[in-house]
């Protein structure tokens, strides 16, 4: 299994970039993905999860800015993220979750975003 972040870059606060997860060995259709997100000192902690029946949850920190949402023709989960802020700065994740204990079973090799003026 592979997955392939991509999108990231710099980005002013208020704006909006959208990530990409492109999965292989996996049909990513079936299977719950998630994006996490970790900033420089900080843990890692999860952004948005969706569902093999395309159920979306968010982080509160980013509910109302930020949609998860999937391409099953591409394999792709993308991460839309709008209004960006300050504290949106970190390298962003996106895993295949075990739909039972939720822990993540792949991981991808991350894309970095900063949000800075």
């Known amino acids: 299994v592979q997955l392939v972040e991509s999108g990231g870059g710099l980005v002013q606060p208020g704006g909006s970039v959208r990530l990409s997860c492109a999965a292989s060995?996996?049909?990513?259709?079936?299977?719950?993905m998630a994006w996490y997100r970790q900033a420089p000192g900080k843990q890692r902690e999860l952004v948005a999860t969706?569902?093999?029946?395309?159920?979306?949850n968010y982080a509160d920190s980013v509910k109302g800015r930020f949609t998860i949402s999937r391409d099953n023709a591409k394999n792709t989960v993308y991460l839309q993220m709008n209004s960006l802020k300050f504290e949106d700065t970190a390298d962003y994740y996106c895993?295949?979750?075990?739909?039972?204990?939720?822990?993540?079973?792949?991981w991808g090799q991350g894309t970095q975003v900063t949000v800075s003026s």
């Open positions: 060995g996996i049909f990513s259709s079936f299977v719950s």
């Open positions: 969706i569902s093999s029946r395309g159920i979306a």
């Open positions: 895993g295949v979750e075990d739909a039972t204990s939720r822990a993540i079973l792949y």
